[in-house]
């Protein structure tokens, strides 16, 4: 059973920083695209953040500048440093990965369970 398990969420005011982690476990024989989505209440999830396995990163315009994503492969982690956090960035946000079990199987898309994020004004 693989699984996706974020931390580093809370609450924080505007302007402030966090920094959130996404931990593969279980059986990982690869990991493909990690990246990191959000929700707010009322709206539909939205991309946030991606870096492919060979390091290169894709941002939403609205966090550019501002987020910075990261993985450390080596122990099969994500991380997403926000910056100059607005209170537009409350939200949940989720890790999402492709990953891939036996050197055959397919990759497969897990998402974590989600953790919540809270700017204050």
């Known amino acids: 059973q693989v699984q996706l398990v974020e931390s580093g969420g809370g609450l924080v005011q505007a302007g402030g920083s966090l920094r959130l982690s996404c931990a593969a476990s279980?059986?990982?024989?690869?990991?493909?695209?990690m990246g990191w989505y959000r929700q707010a209440p009322g709206k539909q999830r939205e991309l946030v953040a991606v870096?492919?396995?060979?390091?290169?990163?894709n941002y939403a315009n609205s966090v550019k500048g501002r987020f910075t994503i990261s993985r450390d492969n080596a122990k099969n982690t994500g991380y997403l440093q926000m910056n100059s956090l607005k209170p537009e960035d409350t939200a949940v946000y989720y890790c999402?990965?492709?990953?891939?079990?036996?050197?055959?199987?397919?990759?497969?898309?897990?998402w974590g369970q989600g953790t919540l994020v809270t700017v204050s004004s």
């Open positions: 999402n990965a492709d990953i891939r079990t036996t050197p055959i199987a397919n990759y497969r898309e897990v």
């Open positions: 279980g059986s990982i024989f690869s990991i493909n695209t």
């Open positions: 870096i492919s396995s060979g390091g290169f990163t």
